[in-house]
């Protein structure tokens, strides 16, 4: 039970981290005409790229929710692993796509290389949720990474400029 109460810890975790908040004030232009043109532009994509990856985390986050008593579930009865253990990967495959659907559109370099890190994360994730199959154990076991414990983190600070 403890186990799969850090997985659900951790999701929440990775959600509320990698949405982007949109309530800071953008910086104030500067510069020539053509700078202060772009500027604009460029915030403008930043903050439409931070407003997706939040409404793909937020929508992960409300799976998490859904499932993690499933997971406790399924624990305690081998029987509802096989289905819980689809519906986690399925929840984590559509985030993973989400999350990176309009990942080679962003135009920050900073935002990008925080994306596809996280990207190559999730996806390591999904791999070996798809080796676990319907063992919740190994499925938790799965979300043990360091790395997908740091997912969104970057994109949370490049996202809180935006």
Do not use: H, W
């Amino acid at each position: 039970m403890r186990r799969i109460l850090v997985v659900a810890t951790l999701g929440l975790a990775f959600v509320s981290a990698a949405a982007c908040s949109d309530d800071t004030p953008s910086a104030s232009p500067t510069g020539t005409a053509t700078a202060t043109a772009a500027a604009p532009t460029a915030a403008a994509d930043l903050k439409t790229a931070c407003a997706s990856l939040k409404k793909a985390s937020d929508d992960f986050k409300a799976k998490v929710i859904e499932f993690t008593p499933k997971l406790i579930a399924a624990e305690a009865d081998n029987s509802k692993a096989p289905a819980v253990a689809a519906e986690a990967l399925q929840a984590l495959q559509e985030f993973t796509a989400a999350y990176g659907s309009n990942a080679s559109a962003i135009n920050d370099p900073q935002l990008k290389a925080a994306v596809d890190a996280d990207l190559k994360a999730l996806n390591d994730v999904v791999t070996k949720a798809i080796a676990a199959g319907p063992d919740i154990a190994k499925l938790q076991a799965s979300f043990d990474a360091q790395d997908f414990e740091n997912v969104g983190e970057a994109v949370e600070r490049r996202c809180a400029t935006a």
